[in-house]
């Protein structure tokens, strides 16, 4: 059973450019969750998602960022016309059920590395 | 705000010794959850305690939850080389069924 899949690894973009961050969940797993992380920093809550529905979106930016979970395939993270403050690592992390107050364990993947230049 | 905050912030100690982690948290929490993070990876979930827990062991892992206070501890003992990495604490609360909070971590160096 593959773990969390996230591709690319590193993405490297010119401010103004679109970045799109993919995530493939466990097998079986519906429910996926973004997070960004800035150097020697904790993971801050970006977007949780179920297939096809937006569950919680609190934490991403209103403008710029747009997260999909569709039927068929993996989620998208969307970043567009990056600015460099952008630049971050954005893990990505599966769950069988919701994890806040059931307290279910999130599997994250390696994470993509955006640096925008 | 972050709901949980790990101290100290870095801690080196000797290979063999215990690493003790402690996170602060700021309202009630339903479960509250330790990760491990090696540099430039992806966390790995270590142990969850319940709120209706007040200790959990898990091989060379302690955790203990002290809802009166807010606060939690991660205990190492026999620490390796190994477990050199980034460790955070993360709550989930009753208001929210989706998403969990994690604290800004604790930077964990083994000595040899």
């Known amino acids: 059973n593959a773990g969390v899949m996230q591709n690319p690894r590193h993405l490297v973009r010119r401010r103004g450019q679109e970045a799109r961050l993919r995530c493939s969940p466990m097998?079986?797993?519906?429910?996926v969750y973004w997070y960004r992380q800035l150097p020697e920093e904790g993971l801050k809550f970006m977007v949780y998602?179920?297939?096809?529905?937006?569950?919680?979106e609190s934490g991403m930016p209103k403008e710029r960022f747009s997260a999909e979970f569709p039927k068929e395939g993996p989620s998208i993270l969307r970043i567009q016309q990056v600015v460099r403050g952008d630049s971050a690592a954005y893990f990505c992390?599966?769950?069988?059920?919701?994890?806040?107050?059931?307290?279910?364990?999130?599997?994250f993947g390696p994470g993509t590395r955006l640096t925008v230049l | 705000s972050q709901q949980g905050e790990e101290d100290p912030q870095a801690l080196s100690i000797q290979e063999g010794e215990n690493a003790t982690m402690n996170c602060s948290y700021k309202t009630s929490i339903n479960n509250l959850q330790w990760y491990r993070q090696n540099s430039g990876r992806g966390l790995v979930h270590l142990i969850l305690?319940?709120?209706?827990?007040r200790e959990k062991h898990s091989g060379r892992l302690r955790v203990t939850l002290d809802t009166s206070k807010k606060s939690s501890s991660l205990l190492i003992t026999a620490s390796r080389a190994a477990d050199t990495a980034s460790y955070f604490c993360?709550?989930?609360?009753?208001?929210?069924?989706?998403?969990?909070?994690f604290g800004s971590g604790t930077r964990l160096s083994i000595r040899p």
């Open positions: 998602l179920q297939k096809e529905n937006i569950i919680d």
């Open positions: 097998k079986g797993h519906s429910h």
């Open positions: 305690i319940r709120s209706n827990e």
């Open positions: 992390a599966s769950s069988p059920s919701a994890s806040g107050r059931e307290g279910n364990e999130q599997f």
């Open positions: 993360a709550t989930g609360t009753y208001s929210s069924a989706s998403k969990i909070i």
